[in-house]
C-alpha cells in the first residue's frame, strides 16, 4: 500500500539558518503530492503541492520539488524565522482508484530558536 | 468565511460513555474525512464520505461510527468500544470530482480526553 517516509524530528534551528525536511514515499502510479503544516493546538493547513512529476511547489518562502526517479518530495526554505515553529507533514494521494484519502507521513516537528 | 468547524474544541468523557463531534462545512464539498491523530504516528484515517448516505471505513474505524445526513454535516461518534479514544480529533473535506483529487481543507480539531 501507500506510505510516507519523512525524516524525524525534532529539528531545532536557529533564525536565518537553511531547512530541509526529508521526504520519501511509496506508492503505484502518479500520485500527488503535499505538505501541510500544524501549528501548535490547531488543524493542518495546505504549505505547498504538486501534482506531477518534476514540479516545483512554493508558498511563503518554502518550496519542494517532485522527483519521480527517487519518489521524494523534500520540503526547503532558505530563511526560516520564529514564526516557522510547526509541525510538518507530507502526505500524498492518488488521481485515480484511490483518490479518497490522504496518507500522512508521522510530522517532522520544527522549532527555531531567536 | 467558508470553511469547517468542528466542536466542542475540548472534550471530556467519562469511561463507558460514548460521545459525538461535530463537523459541519460550508465549502460546498462532496468528500469529508475524520482522521485521528496522536502524539508521533501522524494521521490516521478513521472514516470517509464521498457522498451523502455513503460512507466507508477508513484504517482504524472500530470503535465509531459516523453518518452523512446532509451534505456539509458528518459527525462522528466516539464508543465505548473505542479502547483507546483520548487523542486529536480532526476532520476534514475536499472536493471529490472523479479521478481529479484536490487538497484537503482541515477543522481546527477536537480533543477528546477520558477522564
Known amino acids: 500500500g501507500d506510505s510516507v517516509t519523512q525524516m524525524e524530528g525534532p529539528v531545532t534551528l536557529s533564525e536565518e539558518a537553511f531547512l530541509t525536511i526529508n521526504c520519501t514515499y511509496t506508492?503505484?502510479?502518479?500520485?500527488?503530492l503535499f505538505w501541510y503544516v500544524q501549528y501548535p493546538g490547531e488543524g493542518l493547513q495546505l504549505l505547498l503541492k504538486?501534482?506531477?512529476?518534476?514540479d516545483k511547489g512554493s508558498n511563503k518562502g518554502f518550496e519542494a520539488t517532485y522527483r519521480k526517479e527517487t519518489t521524494s518530495f523534500h520540503l526547503e526554505k532558505g530563511s526560516v524565522q520564529v514564526s516557522d515553529s510547526a509541525v510538518y507533514f507530507c502526505?500524498?494521494?492518488?488521481?485515480?482508484?484511490?483518490?479518497?484519502?490522504?496518507?500522512f507521513g508521522k510530522g517532522t516537528l520544527l522549532t527555531v530558536n531567536p | 468565511d467558508g470553511g469547517i468547524t468542528q466542536s466542542p474544541k475540548y472534550l471530556f468523557r467519562k469511561e463507558g460513555q460514548n460521545v459525538t463531534l461535530s463537523c459541519e462545512q460550508n465549502?460546498?464539498?462532496?468528500?469529508m474525512y475524520w482522521y485521528r491523530q496522536d502524539p508521533g504516528q501522524g494521521l490516521r484515517l478513521i472514516y470517509y464520505s464521498q457522498i451523502v448516505n455513503d460512507f466507508q471505513k477508513g484504517d482504524i474505524a472500530e470503535g465509531y461510527s459516523v453518518s452523512r445526513e446532509k451534505k456539509e454535516s458528518f459527525p462522528l461518534t466516539v464508543t465505548s468500544a473505542q479502547k483507546n479514544p483520548t487523542a486529536f480529533y480532526l476532520c476534514a473535506s475536499s472536493m471529490d470530482w472523479g479521478t481529479d483529487f484536490t487538497e484537503a481543507f482541515f477543522g481546527q480539531g477536537t480533543r477528546l480526553t477520558v477522564v
Open positions: 506508492a503505484t502510479g502518479y500520485p500527488s
Open positions: 465549502l460546498n464539498h462532496d468528500a
Open positions: 504538486a501534482t506531477k512529476a518534476d
Open positions: 502526505a500524498l494521494s492518488h488521481s485515480g482508484g484511490s483518490n479518497y484519502k490522504l496518507t
